[in-house]
């Protein structure tokens, strides 16, 4: 049995709690929240479970293994190295920090501590993006030319993050992920239309040692919502549409074949596609199904500390950019 606290009861800490009280050989037994409603809503949505305005009341309990942390992004370094010198295992929503230097801080303590640290990177567990993953290990798609990725909506309007925090570190960390490496050069330009120094729209170039390169677009200033992310091989292509109802993974059999006939042309293939069956389970659960298999195995989660830190170097680097041309 992995008892486990939750502590952020706002918008997605109650999603981590409902997976982990689903979970066999879990036992939610912590609530952590400021607010008296949340607590007193959510506390009656886990009977049993314990509830709390003081994160320390977790941090003194001998019998908690483990704290997720759902908590606002200033806080996540911070809270997360005072759960991990506490002895405790450590999930933390993403990103990991608002620098490198925060986020070093929080995987030297779970170093330290020789803890599991977890960042809450999603979409790496989604079905489709696993999928994806072993499509490209398994050459595929060939060599990977580039990737292009859009995440627009007509969202919440921020003023303490810009597009590229508030979206970006979703479709980073995929990147990262699927190609194995961190790229070398990070270039963003962005435009705050709405708020004056707030990025509402945000366009990022990233090349990679490889030679592959990324492309994303960023925006909470857009008329329609899209969730997308496209791979381009040198046999084949791949895109991953999470707003899709069927088909979140599919695979085109589209590229530019050498004419044997004739050395040095090339001819355009336009083959079929097809999209692979997915098992229909919630990246969420299988996210949190992850951190409990880590802790009970000692083996660094796919998505560890070092993965977490590598996300906001990027991020880092590309705001340095932003801030370059403001």
């Known amino acids: 049995m ?11 800490g109650p999603n981590i709690a409902r997976n982990l009280a689903a979970l066999p050989g879990c036992e939610l037994r912590w609530l952590c929240d400021s607010s008296p409603t949340a607590r ?49 295992h450590c999930f933390v929503e993403k990103p990991l920090a608002q620098s490198v230097a925060q986020a070093q801080e929080a995987l030297s303590a779970a170093e330290r501590a020789a803890k599991i640290l977890m960042v809450g990177h999603l979409l790496i567990y989604h079905p489709a993006v696993s999928a994806l993953k072993e499509l490209l290990a398994a050459g595929e798609l060939g060599e990977i030319y580039y990737l292009y990725g859009n995440r627009l909506n007509l969202g919440k309007l921020r003023a303490d993050e810009n597009a590229l925090w508030s979206l970006g570190a979703h479709d980073v960390s995929v990147i990262l992920d699927l190609l194995g490496e961190e790229p070398l050069e990070c270039v963003a330009h962005g435009e705050s239309y709405v708020r004056p120094g707030v990025e509402d729209v945000a366009f990022c170039y990233l090349r990679f040692p490889s030679g592959a390169a990324a492309h994303l677009h960023l925006s909470w200033l857009a008329p329609h919502k899209e969730r997308r992310l496209t791979v381009v091989g040198s046999q084949r292509m791949a895109t991953f549409d999470d707003m899709a109802l069927e088909g979140k993974l599919t695979v085109y059999d589209k590229g530019f074949d050498q004419d044997v006939r004739s050395w040095g042309e090339y001819v355009a293939r336009a083959g079929g596609r097809y999209s692979p069956a997915l098992p229909a389970s919630e990246p969420l659960r299988l996210e ?37 041309r403001r």
Do not use: M
């Open 2 to 12: 992995v008892r486990v606290g939750v502590v952020g009861l706002g918008y997605w």
């Open 40 to 88: 007193e809503r959510w506390g009656a949505q886990f009977p049993g479970t314990r509830t709390t305005s003081e994160l320390s009341r977790l941090l003194e309990d001998e019998q908690l293994d483990a704290i997720a942390l759902a908590t606002p992004v200033p806080t996540h370094a911070e809270l997360a190295a005072a759960v991990l010198e506490a002895g405790k």
């Open 288 to 324: 949190c199904e992850h951190f409990l298999s880590c802790i009970r195995s000692g083996e660094q989660p796919r998505s560890d500390g070092a993965a977490g830190v590598a996300v906001v170097r990027v991020l880092e680097a590309l705001e340095r950019s932003l801030a370059a």
